[in-house]
Every structure is written in C-alpha cells, then in structure tokens.
C-alpha cells in the first residue's frame, strides 16, 4: 500500500480521545462508508497522518489529553498535509478556542453541540471545501 503521497478519500483522522464520544463519531461516519483512523497522542496524529495522508481531520480542541493547537501546528506544519480539511469542535463559549483555531488553519470550528448534531453533514462540507483548496 503505496500512497504515501495521496489522500486517502475515504479515510478521517480523528483526534478524540474520550471513548464514547469516539465512539459516536466512528459510527456515524462509517455509516457513511468512511473509515476512521484513531489519533490518542500528538505522535499519533504525526504518524498516522504521514502513513495514511487522510481526507480529513476532526480534532476536540478541548480534549484533555491531547493538545489540539499542537496538533494543528504539527498538521500544518507538513506540506503534504496542508491542504486536508479539518474540522475541529470546542465549547461554544470559548471564543479565544475559535479564533486561535481558526488563526491556526482550521477549515470549520463548531460547537459540541453542533458538531454532535450535524457530523455527518459538517464533514461533507469539509471535504467539498478541502476540493477547492487543494489548487
């Protein structure tokens, strides 16, 4: 399996590491015929990303263990990697969360509640989004 340097269109990297949230979104998306790599560490999302080069990230930009800026520093920092949509969701009152993200590169930030609502929509506007940025 050779494709080191294509996106993988059926493959999402997810950094969340809350079981059950996880859990929830991987079966929403393979619903969708989607399959689901699992980032738990910043290594994770460096060496999962390298191997799979997948057509999307969703990243918890409040999860406890994993810091989401640096994994959006470690994902934008790799060429090959720049142009993969991301979707991230945080707490709808954190504005400097949203602002920071976004300033970092993030193609859409929602809230939790509107990413638990509408994941499978929200990753479909990402992936249309990420067609265009890849000129």
Do not use: C, W
Request: glycine content about 6%; hydrophobic content about 40%.
């Amino acid at each position: 399996m050779n494709q080191t340097n294509e996106t993988n269109q059926k493959t999402i990297l997810v950094g969340v590491t809350d079981i059950f949230f996880y859990t929830k979104v991987r079966d929403a998306l393979m619903s969708k015929g989607y399959r689901i790599e699992r980032a738990r560490t910043q290594q994770d999302i460096a060496e999962k990303a390298s191997a799979t080069i997948p057509s999307a990230f969703i990243l918890n930009m409040n999860d406890e263990t994993l810091n989401a800026f640096q994994a959006l520093e470690t994902l934008t920092a790799d060429g090959r990697l720049k142009t993969i949509p991301i979707l991230a969701f945080a707490n709808h009152e954190e504005v400097d969360t949203f602002n920071r993200a976004r300033a970092l590169g993030v193609t859409k930030i929602v809230s939790r509640n509107e990413f638990s609502a509408r994941l499978k929509d929200l990753v479909e506007e990402i992936l249309a989004a990420g067609v265009r940025g890849k000129g």
